[in-house]
Protein backbone atom coordinates (compact mmCIF):
# COMPACT_ATOMS: atom_id res chain seq x y z
CA UNK A 1 0.00 0.00 0.00
CA UNK A 2 1.67 2.88 -1.06
CA UNK A 3 1.15 6.13 1.76
CA UNK A 4 -0.04 9.37 0.83
CA UNK A 5 0.47 10.88 4.33
CA UNK A 6 -3.16 11.29 4.59
CA UNK A 7 -3.21 7.65 6.14
CA UNK A 8 -4.22 7.18 9.84
CA UNK A 9 -0.90 7.33 12.27
CA UNK A 10 -1.58 3.54 13.24
CA UNK A 11 -1.69 1.96 9.43
CA UNK A 12 2.04 4.01 8.40
CA UNK A 13 3.87 2.76 11.49
CA UNK A 14 1.73 -0.48 10.02
CA UNK A 15 2.90 -0.06 6.37
CA UNK A 16 6.37 1.10 7.57
CA UNK A 17 6.84 -1.75 9.60
CA UNK A 18 5.83 -4.21 6.48
CA UNK A 19 8.26 -2.41 4.62
CA UNK A 20 11.18 -2.18 6.40
CA UNK A 21 11.14 -5.44 7.56
CA UNK A 22 11.22 -6.91 4.12
CA UNK A 23 14.00 -4.83 2.98
CA UNK A 24 16.05 -6.27 5.79
CA UNK A 25 14.79 -9.52 4.76
CA UNK A 26 15.63 -8.69 1.50
CA UNK A 27 19.36 -7.99 2.41
CA UNK A 28 19.64 -11.81 4.42
CA UNK A 29 18.26 -14.18 2.00
CA UNK A 30 17.11 -14.85 -1.52
CA UNK A 31 13.64 -13.84 -1.89
CA UNK A 32 12.47 -17.34 -2.77
CA UNK A 33 13.15 -18.03 1.09
CA UNK A 34 11.42 -14.85 2.83
CA UNK A 35 7.98 -16.07 4.24
CA UNK A 36 4.86 -13.77 4.85
CA UNK A 37 5.19 -15.68 8.61
CA UNK A 38 8.86 -14.46 9.12
CA UNK A 39 7.87 -10.97 7.44
CA UNK A 40 4.80 -10.59 9.94
CA UNK A 41 6.47 -11.55 12.99
CA UNK A 42 9.36 -9.29 12.57
CA UNK A 43 6.97 -6.67 11.55
CA UNK A 44 4.79 -7.58 14.39
CA UNK A 45 1.70 -8.20 12.73
CA UNK A 46 -0.72 -11.17 12.07
CA UNK A 47 -0.86 -12.55 8.65
CA UNK A 48 -4.21 -11.17 8.62
CA UNK A 49 -3.16 -7.58 8.80
CA UNK A 50 -0.75 -8.10 5.75
CA UNK A 51 -3.21 -9.53 3.41
CA UNK A 52 -4.81 -6.51 4.47
CA UNK A 53 -2.66 -4.36 2.92
CA UNK A 54 -0.82 -6.95 0.05
CA UNK A 55 -2.32 -9.60 -1.78
CA UNK A 56 1.14 -11.60 -1.95
CA UNK A 57 4.91 -10.77 -1.35
CA UNK A 58 5.03 -10.33 -5.11
CA UNK A 59 2.58 -7.53 -4.82
CA UNK A 60 5.07 -6.06 -1.76
CA UNK A 61 7.58 -6.49 -4.11
CA UNK A 62 6.17 -5.09 -7.04
CA UNK A 63 5.33 -1.72 -4.71
CA UNK A 64 8.91 -1.52 -3.49
CA UNK A 65 10.35 -2.18 -6.92
CA UNK A 66 7.59 0.65 -8.09
CA UNK A 67 8.85 3.24 -5.58
CA UNK A 68 12.65 2.78 -7.01
CA UNK A 69 11.61 3.25 -10.71
CA UNK A 70 9.42 6.09 -9.71
CA UNK A 71 12.14 7.88 -8.04
CA UNK A 72 14.45 7.20 -10.97
CA UNK A 73 12.28 8.38 -13.94
CA UNK A 74 11.68 11.53 -12.13
CA UNK A 75 15.81 11.62 -12.52
CA UNK A 76 15.41 11.02 -16.07
CA UNK A 77 12.33 11.39 -17.54
CA UNK A 78 13.00 14.50 -19.48
CA UNK A 79 16.15 13.31 -21.35
CA UNK A 80 16.37 13.07 -24.61
CA UNK A 81 17.35 9.90 -26.36
CA UNK A 82 19.53 8.60 -27.25
CA UNK A 83 21.12 12.28 -27.86
CA UNK A 84 21.47 12.62 -23.82
CA UNK A 85 22.01 8.60 -23.19
CA UNK A 86 25.38 8.92 -20.88
CA UNK A 87 23.35 11.47 -18.57
CA UNK A 88 20.77 8.70 -18.38
CA UNK A 89 24.13 6.64 -17.36
CA UNK A 90 25.21 8.83 -15.25
CA UNK A 91 21.85 8.89 -13.44
CA UNK A 92 21.67 5.41 -13.16
CA UNK A 93 25.11 4.88 -11.75
CA UNK A 94 24.61 7.58 -8.96
CA UNK A 95 20.98 6.79 -7.99
CA UNK A 96 21.94 2.86 -8.13
CA UNK A 97 24.95 3.85 -5.57
CA UNK A 98 22.83 6.09 -3.46
CA UNK A 99 20.56 2.98 -2.48
CA UNK A 100 20.84 0.46 0.08
CA UNK A 101 21.83 -3.38 -0.05
CA UNK A 102 17.63 -4.74 -0.76
CA UNK A 103 18.48 -2.04 -4.05
CA UNK A 104 21.46 -3.75 -5.04
CA UNK A 105 20.51 -7.57 -4.28
CA UNK A 106 16.95 -6.78 -6.64
CA UNK A 107 19.21 -5.38 -9.33
CA UNK A 108 21.82 -7.65 -9.30
CA UNK A 109 20.31 -10.77 -8.80
CA UNK A 110 19.72 -13.41 -11.60
CA UNK A 111 17.00 -15.05 -9.21
CA UNK A 112 13.35 -14.39 -7.94
CA UNK A 113 13.38 -11.00 -8.38
CA UNK A 114 14.08 -11.10 -12.48
CA UNK A 115 10.38 -11.02 -13.26
CA UNK A 116 8.99 -8.64 -11.28
CA UNK A 117 12.56 -6.27 -11.78
CA UNK A 118 11.69 -6.35 -15.34
CA UNK A 119 8.63 -4.34 -14.81
CA UNK A 120 10.26 -1.63 -12.81
CA UNK A 121 12.56 -1.68 -16.46
CA UNK A 122 9.86 -1.68 -18.84
CA UNK A 123 7.93 1.66 -16.87
CA UNK A 124 11.29 2.96 -16.47
CA UNK A 125 11.67 2.77 -20.71
CA UNK A 126 8.14 3.48 -21.63
CA UNK A 127 8.42 6.95 -19.83
CA UNK A 128 11.99 7.64 -21.24
CA UNK A 129 12.74 5.88 -24.70
CA UNK A 130 8.99 5.80 -25.19
CA UNK A 131 9.07 9.46 -25.86
CA UNK A 132 12.14 9.43 -28.26
CA UNK A 133 11.32 9.65 -32.36
CA UNK A 134 14.16 8.08 -33.40
CA UNK A 135 14.12 5.15 -30.93
CA UNK A 136 10.18 5.02 -32.27
CA UNK A 137 11.27 4.81 -35.99
CA UNK A 138 13.10 1.68 -35.42
CA UNK A 139 11.85 -1.75 -36.28
CA UNK A 140 10.45 -3.59 -33.08
CA UNK A 141 13.32 -6.20 -33.10
CA UNK A 142 16.09 -2.99 -33.08
CA UNK A 143 13.83 -1.77 -30.48
CA UNK A 144 14.27 -4.58 -28.52
CA UNK A 145 17.96 -5.11 -29.17
CA UNK A 146 19.12 -1.43 -28.52
CA UNK A 147 17.22 -2.25 -25.11
CA UNK A 148 18.74 -5.43 -24.33
CA UNK A 149 22.30 -3.12 -25.09
CA UNK A 150 21.49 -1.19 -22.73
CA UNK A 151 20.55 -3.18 -19.98
CA UNK A 152 23.53 -5.18 -20.72
CA UNK A 153 25.85 -2.44 -20.74
CA UNK A 154 24.12 -0.20 -17.72
CA UNK A 155 23.04 -3.23 -15.39
CA UNK A 156 26.09 -5.30 -16.26
CA UNK A 157 28.78 -2.93 -15.62
CA UNK A 158 26.62 -1.91 -12.26
CA UNK A 159 26.22 -5.17 -11.05
CA UNK A 160 30.06 -5.69 -12.25
CA UNK A 161 31.11 -2.95 -9.83
CA UNK A 162 28.94 -4.03 -6.88
CA UNK A 163 30.28 -8.33 -7.29
CA UNK A 164 33.84 -6.23 -7.28
CA UNK A 165 33.19 -4.46 -3.57
CA UNK A 166 32.81 -1.17 -5.59
CA UNK A 167 36.73 -0.66 -5.66
CA UNK A 168 36.67 1.60 -8.89
CA UNK A 169 35.68 5.04 -8.09
CA UNK A 170 31.55 5.86 -9.04
CA UNK A 171 33.24 8.42 -11.49
CA UNK A 172 35.42 5.88 -13.53
CA UNK A 173 32.46 3.90 -13.74
CA UNK A 174 30.41 6.25 -15.09
CA UNK A 175 33.06 6.80 -17.65
CA UNK A 176 33.70 3.61 -18.40
CA UNK A 177 30.26 2.20 -19.03
CA UNK A 178 29.56 5.91 -20.61
CA UNK A 179 32.23 4.72 -23.08
CA UNK A 180 31.04 1.57 -23.73
CA UNK A 181 26.73 2.66 -23.91
CA UNK A 182 27.43 5.70 -25.94
CA UNK A 183 30.05 4.33 -28.39
CA UNK A 184 27.38 1.61 -29.51
CA UNK A 185 24.54 3.69 -29.45
CA UNK A 186 25.99 6.69 -31.15
CA UNK A 187 27.46 4.04 -34.37
CA UNK A 188 23.91 2.61 -34.08
CA UNK A 189 21.91 5.58 -34.48
CA UNK A 190 24.59 7.32 -36.82
CA UNK A 191 24.35 4.17 -39.56
CA UNK A 192 20.28 4.20 -38.89
CA UNK A 193 20.22 7.65 -40.01
CA UNK A 194 21.66 7.00 -43.61
Known amino acids: MRLTGHEDLRIRKTITAI ?4 E ?14 ELCARSMIN ?3 FYHYYS ?8 FQAEMSSEFVKLVGNYRLPEEIEKVNRAFFEYSASQGLAYERI ?5 GYSSIRQKMI ?7 WGKSGAFLALSPIEQSVVLSYIRSVCVGCYREWVNDGKRMPLKEMIDLSGKLLCGGL ?9
Not at 19 to 22: L, P
Open 107 to 111: TCSTG
Open 122 to 128: DKVTEQT
Open 47 to 49: KKT
Open 186 to 194: DRFFEINKR
Open 56 to 63: SLDALLAE
Open 24 to 37: ELICEKDYEQIKVS
Open 19 to 22: KKAF
